[in-house]
Structures are given as structure tokens and as C-alpha cells.
């Protein structure tokens, strides 16, 4: 059966209504799995991309009879994927298929309960995952405790022993104490729970599963790492695919800072003799105080007193890592002695990738390593030594489409109205786009394919640039103006309002000021949960939210309580951020245009996000409004508009105040 049929069945099956571009991305995903071809799909809300994706991928997995692996960015979309979209369409292709297929959801190993760690292990001891300004804290002992005693509980009763079914859910550091990391494992040969391991019978149900779905990190980790996490596979989906390089860099980064580094030494000194312990922990503490005194920001060069402090870590860290016996077969120090070994190698492989980083030559680096001072309100100021890779498209070419043939795909992958920025970012070499021949280095092409949207942009949404306000301050508060004009936008719309701010103290200010100046309700992110506070965002259509990075890309509320979307100011990178400025430096001594390439593709990525909140089903109607004159007045505003729906654009304010009142049925 042609997939256009399979996916006409699913729609009817569904009750849905048929979409052509939903008929153009699954014709393309289903040419893109029989060529080899990877391929890259913009499809705006509402055109039903996981229905187009995933038709094709159970044609392509059940004729060839292997896996076809979904990555997504959010849980809630993956939950979504495997608890009701492919339950849902296996049912409404019962008639279509020669068998009905089988689903996994696919987590790292960290999400799921060690029974070793339960039974033989540390979780009912030293609480060495809790801050050492914690530790002696009788509340936080005690809510530990309590946790880890239901958490032991229910390991009797659980059949998944998925984090995620521990209601109500449980801390990081109490989940910490029952469970472990993939590398923190001792192998199912030496655990003497293997054969009941629940990370282990969800790596078997989805060894014969025909969609497996995972997470972005899950799949970097498959892709970085030597042992294979995912089964075996050649067609990929990546859903949210904007937030790939950012996911695949965070596996990526590693970092060093006191929390961290007292762990390891905790976990060394219950499996190696006192001298090797004594001679960490001095090690730790110097090189933790010098962190602490220094200046943070972006490191091109290393002092001779730091590289000292990192080199005597390095190598304390290593000597202990050599005395722990990791081949012992006694169940119930084998957990502790295999934390201790990993803790151990993270600081010792850490410390030698700074170290090693700092070739003579900046543009021969291949990682950027800077320090971060974190004012934490519970513990202080925090410092962080961090390393992270420059560029992470050499990596996704090789391991990633290398391996796989790719389909990607999200609602924003056209920056300033072209796909090469993130095809580069992803190593699919700008300019190489091709429809059918394979590239001069041995590696498929690929193809960007816009399906459009269902949505009538200019007659549903207004893009109005206040372009009379002057440009934003440095400091990121409002101006007097600024405030003015959202006062008078809000007022209009009758509240209705999601504000989109480039700063969380830019929310706080500007939300206190409004609730102060008018009539509806106000809500900030920080207030309680943001699923509570997007809850309450959504019932009282009089109520505004204010808030910053998340809500950009994690808010869906159709229908009248969101007529206008507030955006604050361009969103450019922080110009003291030392990953992206790194970036941009290595695309300028390549002779590309850093600022471009790197700031205003990140600012065009978000501004499409953020604007892509206003319109959610086909009858939503409003208005996205930009406060930052640069978007009428800069040479790069072009791009920018160019990355955003079409929206019919105005620099009138008196005209969209007058269209945010008939929308309320007022004017």
C-alpha cells in the first residue's frame, strides 16, 4: 500500500481532516527511507508532522522488519507519542497493516530504579549526592530518608521502575540514592538483580519494538559514546530538531565544581586506603578555592597556577581510580566500589580534556572552557569550571548521519528564510542540499522541504514593531516608554497577554510594574510551577504571564486567552556568553560573518519560537509585538523578519491597539 493511502486511512481511522502538507512531508519521509537521502522538513503548526512522520516509519519498519528510532527534545511529547498518537493510529491502520505494530518508550539508565543500589548498594547510607552544606541539615536528611523508604517500597510493587510513575515524584538527590548512571552500572553479568534490571527490560522491549521513541540526550549519548544504547537502526526521526545541537552540546559539556568533586572524594574514600583519600581531598579543596577567587568568563589562556591545581587533581584523582578493584565479586561493595570508579574517571577524563584543550593555537581548539560563579539563593555563590565542544556538526556527520539515514524536523528550521544555518550547525555542509546524488565526501545528500502551514499567517496575525521606542538599555529593564506602550497593548487585549522577556529579572520588574498599573491579573514564572501557572494562563482568558526562556518555546494555549504575544527585546545571545562568542570568533577567523552565523541566527531561532506561541489552531486570531526598534531600523532586521510567519506587519500602534479590541468585542 502507497503511503498516501496508509495515511489517508489514519486520518479517516482519526476523524481527522485531510492536510496537504501533511500528504507532501509523509511522501517525502517515505522517499527519503528507500533513497537514503537525509532530509530536512519544516512543517508549521497544525499541519499534524507526527502523524506524517510516523505513518511512513511503521510502513518502512514492518516491510523491512527493523526499528525505526523517534527523538524528541520534551517528554511531554514523547509520552504523548507512545501513550496516545501511535496507540491511536495502530488502531486506526488495523485493517492496513499485515499485523498490528509494537511501540517502546526508551530512557537512559538513569531514569530507572537499581535494584542493586536498593538492596546491596548506598541508599540507605551517607546521603553523598546532597551538597556538603546540606548534609547536616536535620530537614533535608529526614525528607531524604523519607523519600528513599517509599521509593524502596515501591520497588516491590513497580513493573517499570520508570521514575516517572512515582507519584507524587521524588527530588533529584532522592532519586540519586536509587539509581544509577550507565556508566555507574556493573554490568548485568556481575549484578545479582540482572535478570530483574528494569533499565535492561526496557533496552529488550525496545530491541523488539518496530518505533522506538527516545530523547535527544539519549541519542547523543548513543552517538558519543563506544557501547550502543538504542537498538540497531538506519532510519531516524528527529522531531524538535532546532534543539538537536543545543541537546547534543549539553551531552557534550563537562564540567568541575565542589559539589561534584566532595562526591567522588566521598565514594573514593569508603573503597581506597585513608593516604589516597587524604591526598584528593587536598586536592580538591586547593583547586576548589582557586576557582573560587578567580574571575569567570571565557579562559583563552591558563595560568601556570590553575593548570598546577588541575594537574595535581588530575593526577590524585587517577591514583585512586587506580586503587579501586572494580573486579571484585562481593554484591554488596561492588555498587559502591563501581560509583566510586566513575565519579573518579568523570574528574580525572575532565581534568585532562581542559588540560589538554589549550593548544597554542586558538583557531586549532576544538573546545571552549570558561568559568561560571552561580549565585545559588540556598548555598551561595557556586563556582563551575566548565568545557564544552566548539562545534558538535562534525560529530552529528559522523556518528549521527553517518550511521542513520535522517529525517528532521520542527515547526522553525528556516533561519532568515533558508535552511544552510541549520544544516551547518548539524554538519550537513551548507550548499550541499541535493535531490538525488550523494556528496563528494562518500555521504548522502540532502534535502529542506517547507510544507508550509495551515494557517492564513496575514489574516490571522498581526507583526507590529514598535518601532518608535528607543533601543533597549544594556542593563535589560524596561524604559519608561516601553512600559507605556505594554500597558496600553495589554489593556487592549483586556489582558489575554504572554510576555516573552530576555532576562527573568526583565519578567519580575515588568510584572511587578503591571500589576500595579492594571486592572487584570499578571502572573510570572517564578510564581509557582510553570505547568501551574500555564494552567491558570490558559482558564482565565483576563490573565497575563510573564516569563522568559521556557515559555518561549514550551507554551501551547489556543484560543482566546492568547491574543497577543509580548516580546521585549531582540533575544541575542548574552555578549559575555563564552560558548557562543567562542563560536562566533572561530566563524570570523574562518572569514564568515560571526555575528551573523551565530547571534542573529540564535535570535531569529527564538524570535520564530516565541512568535510561533500566537497561533495554535486555525481559528486563533491576535497579534506578536516586538519592543525593540532594532527590528524596523538594523541591517540584520531583514533576517530576522524573514525567519518569522508571515504575519501582516505594522509599525502603527494605534492600529493594532484598535484590531486587540474587536478581538476582545469591545471596539
Known sequence: MEVTDLLAAAVAGLGGATRDGQIEMAVAVAHAFSSGEHLAVQAGTG????????????????????????????????????????????????????????????????????????????????????????????????????????????????????????????????????????????????????????????????????????????????????????????????????????????VATAELSATPLGIAHRRAARVVSAELAQRLEAAVATFTSAIFDAHPGRIDVLDEETASYLTVLRDAAQAARTAVDTARTDPKTTSARAEAATALSDVTDTASRILDSFVPAISDRTDVVWLDHIDDTRAGKRAVLRVAPLSVAGL??????????????????????????????????????????????????????????????????????????????????????????????????????????????????????????????VLCQGDDSTSTLVQRFADDEQTSLFGTLSLWQGVDVPGPSLSLVLIDRIPFPRPDDPLLTARQRAVAARGGNGFMAVAATHAALLLAQGAGRLLRRVDDRGVVVVLDSRMATARYSGFLRASLPPFWATTDGAAVRAALQRLRGTG
Open 47 to 250: 499541519t499534524g508532522k507526527s502523524l506524517a512522520y510516523l505513518v511512513p516509519a511503521i510502513q518502512h519498519s514492518l516491510t523491512d522488519n527493523r526499528p525505526v528510532v523517534v527523538s524528541t527534545a520534551t517528554i511531554a511529547l514523547q509520552r504523548q507519542l507512545v501513550d496516545r498518537d501511535l496507540p491511536r493510529l495502530a488502531d486506526s491502520l488495523s485493517d492496513s497493516l499485515p499485523r498490528r505494530p509494537v511501540f517502546a518508550l526508551l530512557k537512559g539508565r538513569g531514569n530507572y530504579l537499581c535494584l542493586n543500589k536498593i538492596h546491596n548498594g548506598s541508599a540507605s547510607g551517607e546521603p553523598d549526592d546532597i551538597p556538603q552544606e546540606e548534609l547536616f541539615s536535620p530537614m533535608a536528611r529526614s525528607a531524604l530518608g523519607r523519600d528513599v523508604q517509599r521509593l524502596t517500597e515501591w520497588s516491590d510493587t513497580t513493573t517499570t521502575g520508570d521514575r516517572d510513575e512515582v507519584k507524587p515524584g521524588v527530588a533529584d538527590r532522592s532519586w540519586a540514592q536509587v539509581s544509577v548512571s550507565a556508566r555507574e552500572c556493573i554490568g548485568v553479568s556481575r549484578c545479582p538483580f540482572g535478570t530483574d534490571c528494569f533499565s535492561e527490560k526496557a533496552r529488550e522491549r525496545a530491541g523488539l519494538a518496530d518505533v522506538v521513541v527516545t530523547n535527544h540526550a539519549l541519542l547523543a549519548i548513543d552517538a558519543i559514546g563506544d557501547a550502543n544504547v538504542l537498538p540497531e537502526h538506519e532510519m531516524l526521526i528527529v522531531d524538535e530538531a532546532h534543539e538537536l545541537v543545543d541537546r547534543v552540546t549539553g
Open 396 to 521: 552529528l556527520r559522523s556518528r549521527l548521519f553517518g550511521q542513520s539515514t535522517t529525517v528532521l524536523t520542527s515547526a522553525t528550521l528556516t533561519i532568515g528564510g533558508s535552511f544552510d544555518s541549520m544544516a551547518s550547525a548539524w554538519g550537513l555542509t551548507a550548499g550541499r542540499e541535493s535531490e538525488t546524488d550523494d556528496s563528494s565526501d562518500g555521504q548522502p545528500g540532502w534535502r529542506g522541504l517547507d510544507v508550509g502551514s495551515p494557517f492564513d499567517h496575514a489574516k490571522s496575525g498581526i507583526l507590529y514593531v514598535a518601532a518608535h521606542l528607543p533601543p533597549p538599555g544594556r542593563d535589560g529593564t524596561g524604559s519608561a516608554e516601553q512600559l507605556d506602550e505594554i500597558a496600553s497593548l495589554i489593556e487592549a487585549a483586556d489582558g489575554r497577554t504572554l510576555g516573552l522577556f530576555s532576562s527573568m529579572r526583565a519578567a519580575k520588574a515588568t510584572a511587578a510594574i503591571m500589576r500595579d498599573r492594571l486592572d487584570t491579573p
